[in-house]
């Protein structure tokens, strides 16, 4: 069974930077093809893809936010992690992550996390 | 910027069938964008219906299926249950791996 759950600070002030960690389980970031993505949705609005690192380390990034946008991966510990810097009230959505694997780009979701920035 | 397209609404009867469509601003979506297909209810994460232009996940209901259609990606509801009221988004992969969402499609049965 796969699953995967965020974490993260549910607030963040304007200018400090969001690191939010995607947990999973019920498959491995370290075979050949898979990758884990995060996306993004403001409320009542679309959803915007952010970022993508594949099982060989291989790193995407929206090219909106690419100076903002960092992603990493813990095999050992499956977990991905992103921080975005600068944050700003227009950064608030709900961020997921989700499992690619080959060109089924994002089968498995987790619930998603709602970050609001606000002083 | 890329941008992909998607019918803001479209309404169907119970019973009917309808097409949504995804189209990107590069010129005609083919098989080499591998669209994706999502259903999202509020309040729910979105769930994978299609990925690959056709390919149905093991949970997708079969009157769901996906297709190129005039230069665009398209996901065709047959037999339209109450149930399948929702906003859907198309996902298509561009070359480097760059992944663009299209807007959304809110599908009202009525």
Same mark, same amino acid.
């Given at each position: ?5 965020? $974490? !993260? ?13 995607? @947990?999973?389980? !019920?498959?491995?970031?370290?075979? #050949? ?28 990034? $929206? ?5 903002? *946008? @960092?992603?990493?991966?813990? /095999? ?15 950064? @608030? ?18 619930? !998603?996390?709602?970050?609001?920035? #606000?002083? | 910027? @890329? ?54 996940? #093991?949970? /997708? ?5 996906? #297709? ?6 398209? *996901? ?18 561009? !070359? ?15």
């Amino acid at each position: 069974q796969i699953t995967l759950k965020e $974490s !993260g600070p549910t607030l963040v002030k304007p200018t400090q930077t969001l690191t939010l960690t995607c @947990t999973f389980s !019920g498959f491995s970031l370290s075979t #050949s093809g898979v990758g884990v993505g995060w996306i993004r949705q403001p409320p009542g609005k679309a959803l915007e893809w952010l970022a993508l690192i594949y099982w060989n380390d291989d790193k995407r990034y $929206s090219p909106s936010l690419k100076s903002r *946008l @960092t992603i990493t991966k813990d /095999t050992s510990k499956n977990q991905v992690v992103l921080t975005m810097t600068n944050m700003d009230p227009v950064d @608030t959505a709900t961020y997921y992550c989700a499992r690619l694997s080959g060109y089924d780009l994002a089968g498995y979701w987790g619930q !998603g996390t709602l970050v609001t920035v #606000s002083s | 910027q @890329t941008v992909v397209t998607q019918e803001p609404s479209l309404t169907v009867s119970p019973g009917g069938t309808v097409t949504l469509t995804c189209a990107s601003s590069t010129g005609a979506v083919t098989s080499g964008y591998y669209p994706n297909w999502f259903q999202q209810k509020p309040g729910q994460a979105p769930r994978a219906l299609i990925y690959s232009t056709s390919n149905k996940h #093991s949970w /997708t209901p079969a009157r769901f299926s996906g #297709s190129l259609l005039g230069g665009k990606a398209a *996901l065709t509801l047959s037999g339209v249950q109450p149930e399948d009221e929702a906003e859907y988004y198309c996902l298509l992969y561009y !070359g480097g791996a760059q992944l663009v969402f299209g807007g959304g499609t809110k599908l009202t049965v009525l």
